[in-house]
Nanobody, 123 residues
Framework: QVQLVESGGGLVQPGGSLRLSCAASGSIFRLNAMGWYRQAPGKQRELVAEVTDGGTTTYADSMKGRFTISRDNAKNTVYLQMNSLKPEDTAVYYC?????????????????WGQGTQVTVSS
């Protein structure tokens, strides 16, 4: 089994910064892409940013220039540095990882999710 544990959410004023972390653990054969999604009340979950195991990054247009995703492969951890936060960034942020595990010696790849961490941007 694979677990993703997030940390770093909270309340911040507009223009402020937060750093989210997500550590993956468990029976990991290979940790592929890792990313962050968010879901605001009444809205669908959307991609925030993603980073491949090779370091290639992808961002949603509204986050470009404000958010930075990075990963530490030695720690199986992905980070999201969020700067210049706006009230519309308020949401539950979810960590996602595409993980290959071994099932009776056969590699199987699937998506795993963290429990979510609340980010609230308000004065």
């Amino acid at each position: 089994q694979v677990q993703l544990v997030e940390s770093g959410g909270g309340l911040v004023q507009p223009g402020g910064s937060l750093r989210l972390s997500c550590a993956a653990s468990g029976s990991i054969f290979r940790l592929n892409a890792m990313g962050w999604y968010r879901q605001a009340p009444g809205k669908q979950r959307e991609l925030v940013a993603e980073v491949t195991d090779g370091g290639t990054t992808t961002y949603a247009d509204s986050m470009k220039g404000r958010f930075t995703i990075s990963r530490d492969n030695a720690k199986n951890t992905v980070y999201l540095q969020m700067n210049s936060l706006k009230p519309e960034d308020t949401a539950v942020y979810y960590c996602n990882a595409r993980v290959t595990v071994l099932r009776t010696a056969i590699p199987v790849t699937g998506d795993f999710w963290g429990q979510g961490t609340q980010v609230t941007v308000s004065s």
